[in-house]
């Protein structure tokens, strides 16, 4: 089945790095995803990794695979109060009759001043 | 230019209206999707288009109908909703690729309450 775990909250101090972690349960997923949804606005793809990655890094952005523990993990560098968001994993089987995403329960950054 | 935008911003309306969303995008994506999203939750799927064809319907409520007139555009008509319909609604479309990532770009989304 497909179930994608998240914790709900993490606060950080500015400058910090942040690390939000993801489990899934499904070994068929192809792509993994991070978005971020800032209070009352849509989804912004932040990164993806493909599943025969383990790491992948963009800026001050890194995403960890750990296959074999189904775990997926986004570390934000430098964190800034603008990163103050809701963070989304999603996995996508990549099958043509499965194609939409299944998203973790989001988890909520906040940045302290 | 990866944006998909969507109108209106906000909806209210009663219980007997009829009304609609709109969502556009031109970066020449064959898929597109419906998502809803109550406050707190993650987004749920609800539809997928496939070169303007219905591919998924996860057994969404009648009262939701949803219309692609072309390969930019997806419609959502609304009629006789509850009030436990209110949430923010997601539109998302991708290139369609089968053999690699077809990620999805999100548009902001429609907030709508139901009176």
């Known amino acids: 089945g497909e179930d994608v775990e998240q914790s709900l909250f993490l606060s950080v101090r500015e400058g910090d790095s942040s690390v939000i972690n993801c489990t899934y349960t499904d070994s068929s997923s192809t792509y993994l995803y991070w978005y971020k949804q800032e209070p009352g606005a849509g989804l912004q793809l932040l990164t993806y990794?493909?599943?025969?990655?383990d790491m992948k890094q963009d800026q001050r952005l890194t995403v960890l695979l750990n296959k074999k523990d189904k775990h997926l993990s986004l570390r934000i560098a430098d964190t800034q109060t603008g990163d103050s968001a809701i963070y989304f994993c999603?996995?996508?089987?990549?099958?043509?009759?499965?194609?939409?995403?299944?998203f973790g329960s989001g988890t909520r950054l906040q940045v302290q001043p | 230019d990866t944006e998909v935008t969507q109108t209106p911003k906000h909806l209210v309306m009663g219980m007997t209206n009829k009304k609609s969303l709109k969502c556009e995008q031109h970066m020449g994506h064959r898929a597109m999707y419906w998502y809803k999203q109550k406050a707190k939750k993650p987004p749920e799927l609800m539809f997928v288009?496939?070169?303007?064809?219905?591919?998924i319907n996860e057994s969404v409520p009648s009262r939701f109908s949803p219309e692609c007139p072309n390969s930019s555009l997806l419609n959502l008509h609304l009629h006789a909703l509850q009030p436990e319909d209110s949430a923010l609604y997601l539109c998302?479309?991708?290139?369609?690729?089968?053999?690699?990532?077809?990620?999805?770009?999100f548009g902001p989304g429609t907030r709508l309450t139901v009176l």
């Open positions: 999603a996995e996508s089987l990549g099958d043509t009759g499965r194609r939409a995403l299944t």
């Open positions: 288009y496939s070169y303007e064809k219905l591919s």
């Open positions: 998302a479309s991708s290139q369609e690729r089968h053999t690699s990532t077809d990620t999805q770009y």
């Open positions: 990794i493909f599943s025969n990655m």
